[in-house]
């Protein structure tokens, strides 16, 4: 019986994404590893390979179609000897998708019955009619299990419990020969769910909708424009980050004289060939790095049952880019030199802007930059990227009147603001960061020991 191509969730906050191009057509042989489609997601392009043998029966969604939702059926395939009217099997997808419907069905009030009249006779109702039975809750997305159909099939036949299963495919998928190997088992404990995000543009508990604002306009005054999938990624996670992390802000000013120097210095010593061209966030990305291990502290993220203590400097940098924004990270960034950190920082970058990142290259790390010094701004705040606690907000390195001692001089400020979790990060243990971040700034050499 022939099975569904589901659309793959190919990063942990995916929900839709387009399929930009099919690289199979209808008839095709394919086997597990190979590409069949390349998938847009709001910040990458990325191929989507097979997980299960077979012949592809059907395309079913058409090139370039956007917003098609993780878990819907995109293809079928079609197991060996079997004909193109092959009935398709589409029990095991089901779960999937009744799931995905419950979580966005708006919740009924359950009725409540009509009072009847008062009377000396009135008998007592009866305990089933008192006590309907509650529908089962739909399953968060965090505890999705992602397996192809004919693995879910197998794993049916043989009483398999698939959240036991370990799977080897793409982004951990389950696919057939991970459940044959498979013992029928017991299912864990359920793990206490987290947090869900709050849905960009869905009204808060206790908070009055915000009012659409075309109400305000004539329509021939503006024009609209349709929101892309990266912007509302962006105000879903923003809003989220925004509502549920408790944010408070530490300011500091550091001179930056002995970073200029010393960045003229390298940059005129940097050789031709395979050189480098350091920038002041260059330096900025290295303290934070250090400063993270002084303070380690900081370098930690919120769960519900546990603070997870990170053991290298994973520090994500911003990058605007003209559809939005996105933060690629600099891994173990403390064992890292500055030029490789400009290199690198420079690299990501230019992938970010042709959306050729991979997923693990901007989700995670442990703290995040964002510089708008470039653009002269003074100082701002930041929102903090979830799973991480802080992000530093860097303004423009610029000449200030200073008080030294008795006298006024003049000396380059760059200011900084850092926005910290208040469930991980205390206001002493932020002072005491930044302090170490405003050491390494204003001394560079002390990068070195």
Known sequence: MATQILMPALSPTMEEGKLAKWLVKE??????????????????????????????????????TEGVKVNAPIATLLAEGEKPGATVDISSAMDSIKSAVQEAAPQKPTPKAAPAASTP???????????????????????????????R????????????????????????ADVEGAKPGVAPAAKSPAV?????????????????????????????????????????????AKTLIPHFYLTINTRIDNLMDTRARLNAASPKENGFKLSVNDFVVKACALSLMRVPEVNASWTDTAMLRHKHADVGVAVALDFGLITPIVFRAEEKGLAAISNEVKSLAERARNKKLKPSEFEGGGFSVSNLGMFGIKDFTAVINPPQAAILAVGAGEKRPV?????????????????????????????????????FIEEPAAMLL
């Open 27 to 64: 008839g095709d042989t394919v086997k597990s590893g190979d590409i069949l489609a390349e998938i847009e997601t709001d910040k990458a392009t990325m191929e989507f390979e097979a997980v299960d043998e077979g012949k592809i029966g059907k395309l079913l969604v058409a090139e370039g």
């Open 121 to 151: 006779a009135q008998a007592a109702p009866t305990p089933a009619a008192a006590k309907p039975t509650a529908a089962p809750a739909a399953k968060p997305d965090a505890e999705r299990i992602f397996a192809s159909p004919l693995a």
């Open 153 to 176: 099939k197998i794993a049916a036949q043989k009483g398999v419990e698939l959240s036991t299963v370990h799977g080897s495919g793409p982004r951990g998928r389950i696919v057939k």
């Open 196 to 240: 869900a995000p709050v849905p960009a543009g869905q009204p808060i508990a206790g908070i009055a909708p915000l009012p659409d604002a075309r109400a305000f306009f004539k329509s021939e005054d503006y024009d609209e424009i349709p929101h892309d999938q990266m912007r509302k990624t962006i105000a879903r996670r923003l809003t989220s």
């Open 403 to 439: 008080v030294v001692g008795d006298k006024i001089e003049i000396q380059q400020i760059m200011t900084v603001t850092l926005s910290c979790d208040h469930r991980v990060i205390d206001g002493a243990t932020g002072a005491r960061f930044l302090q170490a971040f405003k050491q």
